[in-house]
């Protein structure tokens, strides 16, 4: 097929926003919280990363304040959830009704407004090469931090002490607890990491793949992040693999689109959900997959002593 | 919009910690400014109340901006005489109907719903306020008191195609439609025609998002589309996310709705733009002097409601002059985009040589002409 | 430094007071965000928090767009007491619009002969059976191939979606409305009826109210709805196996979908009167929030529906009123549900003054 390497250079990049979304949200559920309040926070942090490109021109600025708008967010959720004990899924839903009105609201400046960051990218030598060139090594730098980011994640949660802990206060905070690990503020700090990185998502959205900033502009961007924590059951490489799947059926169903199939494109939209359920229900046909990687303390909340 | 960029920057960046909005005093945009705080309405010498409903937010650069601009442009010339208030963001369902209740109970007396999927709301409070006329943007529907207005856009698509079809070099055009609607598909047809009217080897390229608003996947299709070998790009759909994705490509594109040059002035070929000041004061007036009356209204180039504005300066001069030349022609009346002959891209012809199309044809319109690839979606 | 302590028991008194601290404390922000702004904080509460209850026009419109709210909540509600995680329930409210809205279409255009009082338990069939299938792919999938009920359920929403956006702009397509997405406008009997003269609240809103008392007693007085809460914490291991955790996850989720698909069918039959591609106004994801707000409770969900009707609703109003932009509303919502959701700790704990360890 003509243009494959136009597909999958397409597929890397619609992927990566939600891979990165997908890896916070994966550090916050790794320690038991579940955050609903993706969408709101990746908004709030595209205006910001949006609102700092305009002022500076400088991208990793931008993606430093999504990342810092999405922790301090996340801090009032992940206050909220650990100290107090709310209801995570309320919570976050609140958080994401909030996000979603300041960011619209802050954002009413920066309507219609340029960026002048961006610009060709790539690695040098290997972005000439043929077919891999195209398909592979011309895509902005965060794309490749993304799997760099996946991998490390990966690393950390399996190979090393932090990631033995983490785990552990996700799977039992008791245990956690009883053993002297401080099992709230270790929840506390995953869940503003992942915030973070859910910014970095947002500010990578309306600076980089949609260099605009337009109200509602995430469009269920973080829903799907949220979605693909579950696909991947809790493992950061699998992250990368459901992003890259649900990018790439998006891209090639419009691709398709493109090339004059008859389908009506409703249908064509389905796709992405469609093989995202499908992918799903072979990968959980082996329970084991899931039940050995699901956060056992996922949702609930942990009072020391009590 | 008080403060500098970079201080508003400096601001949202620190947003998340900003929840107690202290720090928003003062930057509510003027569209945002309340205009509710009228008076109860007095027999005479009170100025008219006219309330408008939008379906999205006065700030999304795009239809409803639109429409948002030509409210506050026409209640500025009336000079006093009009005092208007808006409602943003109405879902269109049964929400509209209570809001539409509501201003009426505010006191309106001359009400604007500008999206299509007002129109069973309008139709039923239009029925229960015989005292309140009502206008539908759009819609169908005609009562008494309820009467219909609309942009031909398919002028501003056509003078993009002319534009189009000369600073393409692959011959291939690219469109991203929202839904397959009859106005959307004039659009896609205009665009074709106008560009097919300069460069008779145009080819168009669609790709629907089944969205009106979904910025990423907006960039998705347009990268789609260029990917294929669409080297100019138009879209139905109400972000700036094309025009960005074709500067980024270094391929050219369209700005809709609005003046969108800002954002990609290498891309930027032009912006098809839509100006409802001159209706609304029209309406206004009409309301005022007692001649409103129930009809449909369709304007376009040559009433001003319709424009390819902000040309691009970097265009050869000679297609600029093309431009100009159709634009004139619309405007003196003595060009009309759906002339026959028009055939669609089966083959079949849909309008006869000499044929000018009529209303009825324009709304029935279920096809592609010639040129652009594929099947309208669900079409027959 | 203020500490928390888990209480005994709940607090009967704090679960009445909290929603009260709640307000007090959104009030407090609120009127600081319109002092900021420049508006007056007593006008602007006034219309947030009192208007969409004044005079019995503006009740009847808060208990029409508190019933899909209510029907959504309930299921929500026995779904996540037997943690269940169906967070579809806009799918399954769209989903039961089509199977109502289509039934109503087919008596409209095939001239059915039908009346109203037969017509209104065969919508709630139709609008409950095309919830409850919706809901049965995701119950099919989690019960035989383990498939997670969170992701299953949220992507068919969108499936859902673009499956009614295809039937209204293809299929169902009204042929005289000039190809625009909507079918025609139902026939008159098809129509809910309305429980007031020139109002639009209908049969929905008691039938809604119906709904929360039986599931009140179905979850309170039945030995299958305390099996089912009891079962469902259970860990995660005897979820998997036993046959009581399958009949939870069957029975939740064709009860929460069969609800909301009723939502969907009363709404299109009721104030739409037709199908059109904007069925829902998010009342599926809304009614998440609605029933943790109703802490989980049958009752607590009417309430809670209510209130945040008053939200949505005060939230236009402030706009013609006193020209707040609606993404303020949002802003002001989203710390409502924030303030009372951290209220609601004082139900289960007490705060206890300690010295910093």
Redesign the interface.
Known sequence: MSGLDLLVAATLSAGTPLAIAGLGLLVNERVGVVNLGAEGIMLVAAVSGFATAVATHSEWLAFGAGALAGGLLSLVLGWLVIWLNTNQYATGLAVSIFGTGLSAFAGIPFVGRRLTTGGHHGIPWLRDLPFVGPALFRQHPMVYLTIALAALLGFALHRTRLGLVVRAVGESPASAHALGYPVRRIRLAAVVAGGALCGVAGAYLSVVYTPLWVEGMVSGRGWIALALTVFATWRPARILLGAYLFGGVTMLQLHLQASGVQVPPQFMAMLPYLSTVGVLVLISRNPLWIRLNMPASLGKPFTPGA | MNLSPSKHAALAALLAAATLAGCSKKEAPPAAEPHAAAPAPAKTGEPLKAGFIYVGPVGDAGWTFAHDKGRREAEAKMGGKVVTTFVEKVPEGPDAERVLRDLVAQGNKLIFATSFGFMDAVTKVAKDNPDVKFEHATGYRTADNLRVYEAKFYEGAYLAGILAGQMTKSNVLGFVGSFPIPEVLRNINAFTLGAQSVNPKITTKVVWVSAWFDPPRETEAAQSLLDQGADVLLQNTDSSAVLQAAERAGKYAFGWDSDMSAVAPKAHLGSCALDWSGYYVKSFNDVLNGTWKPEVTKWGVKEGAVDLVKVASFAPAEARKKVDAARQGLKAGTLAVFTGPIVDNTGKEVLAKGVVADDAWKGAVNFYVKGVEGKVPAGK | MIH?E?RQSPSRLMGLLSPVLALALTVA?GA??FF???KDPGRALAVFLLEPFHGA?ALA?LG??ATPLILCSLGLALC?RSNVWNIGAEGQFLFGAIAGGGLALWITTAGVPMSGPLFLPLLLVAGAAGGAAWAAVVAL?RDR????E???S???V??AN??L??LV???W?DPNG????QTV?FASVTEVPRLFRGM?INAGFPLALVAAVAMWLFMSRTYRGMQLQVGGPAP??AR?AGFSSRAAIWTTLLVSGALAGVAGAV?VA?????L??????GYG?TA??VA??GRLHPLGCILSSLLLSAFL?GG??A?????L???????????L??SL??C??LV??RLRWRSAP
């Not at chain 3, 000039?178 to 997405?181: A, L, Y």
């Not at chain 3, 009721?270 to 037709?274: A, L």
């Not at chain 3, 932009?325 to 710390?335: I, M």
């Open positions: 928390l888990a922000i600081a965000i900021a702004l420049g026009r419109e029409l767009k996540f999938l191939f383990h498939a997670n969170i992701l299953v949220l992507m068919l969108y499936v673009l499956f956006s295809w702009f293809g299929p397509k000039f190809n625009f997405p406008q639009r995660l291991a998997y709404e009721g104030p739409m009167g037709q059109t591609p904007h069925v829902s106004m994801f998440i929030i943790f707000v609703i236009e109003l706009q013609t009123r006193v020209g932009p609606s993404a303020l509303a949002g802003v002001f919502q989203g710390v549900l924030l959701l951290g609601d700790v289960q704990h």
